[in-house]
T-cell receptor
Framework: GAVVSQHPSRVICKSGTSVKIECRSLDFQATTMFWYRQFPKKSLMLMATSNEGSKATYEQGVEKDKFLINHASLTLSTLTVTSAHPEDSSFYIC?????????????FGPGTRLTVT | LAKTTQPISMDSYEGQEVNITCSHNNIATNDYITWYQQFPSQGPRFIIQGYKTKVTNEVASLFIPADRKSSTLSLPRVSLSDTAVYYCLVGDMDSNYQLIWGAGTKLIIKP
């Protein structure tokens, strides 16, 4: 089945530093990838949608200069949290969607727990 | 704004059948209905997807009435490991299929 991996699974960083999270589709080509964040006991909140080779589309209220998304290949998207602050601490989850009409199922990664101290 | 409404929580017992109903009164013609399961600190896991009538796979069944304004996820003979949050989502398969996540239903299975 389709597998999406994320790296790292957990990261602790100091306030003011930047952190990069990778999302990979292991056995399929993902034309579209989605990035979510989830606070404890809350639902997933869509941050941005990225299509391979083009700029990401950010949801309202999500700072694109703070959360840099790159989808440079059909199997890799990265989310970089720049100048991280404690309020950026959260669970970040990516999902990937295979290309082509009818391929509407999203496959989710295991998530990355970010803690900013 | 979430397009679905689900009960916040449900309890059941091992071996029972559990039905979780979701309301989506404003579902659009192109929207599919998808259910995901999420355990703490893990990414959501796809359970089942349907457009109308009934869909069944190895883990669940999905019942969708003719008006498609609601759907019911049915989990047969649940076990303790089915304790999780279950999300019902609707999305347009012809678009980027952005999913709007509601609060989900926290299902607790007791021994």
């Amino acid at each position: 089945g389709a597998v999406v991996s994320q790296h790292p699974s957990r990261v602790i960083c100091k306030s003011g530093t930047s952190v990069k999270i990778e999302c990979r589709s292991l056995d399929f080509q993902a034309t579209t990838m989605f990035w979510y964040r989830q606070f404890p006991k809350k639902s997933l909140m869509l941050m941005a949608t990225s299509n391979e080779g083009s700029k990401a589309t950010y949801e309202q209220g999500v700072e694109k200069d703070k959360f840099l998304i790159n989808h440079a290949s059909l199997t890799l998207s990265t989310l970089t949290v720049t100048s991280a602050h404690p309020e950026d601490s959260s669970f970040y989850i990516c999902s990937a969607r295979e290309g082509g009409r009818g391929s509407y199922e999203q496959y989710f990664g295991p998530g990355t727990r970010l803690t900013v101290t | 704004l979430a397009k679905t409404t689900q009960p916040i929580s449900m309890d059941s017992y091992e071996g029972q059948e559990v039905n979780i109903t979701c309301s989506h009164n404003n579902i659009a013609t192109n929207d599919y209905i998808t259910w995901y399961q999420q355990f703490p600190s893990q990414g959501p896991r796809f359970i089942i997807q349907g457009y109308k009538t009934k869909v069944t796979n190895e883990v669940a069944s999905l019942f969708i009435p003719a008006d498609r304004k609601s759907s019911t996820l049915s989990l047969p003979r649940v076990s303790l490991s089915d304790t999780a949050v279950y999300y019902c989502l609707v999305g347009d398969m012809d678009s980027n299929y952005q999913l709007i996540w509601g609060a989900g239903t926290k299902l607790i299975i007791k021994p």
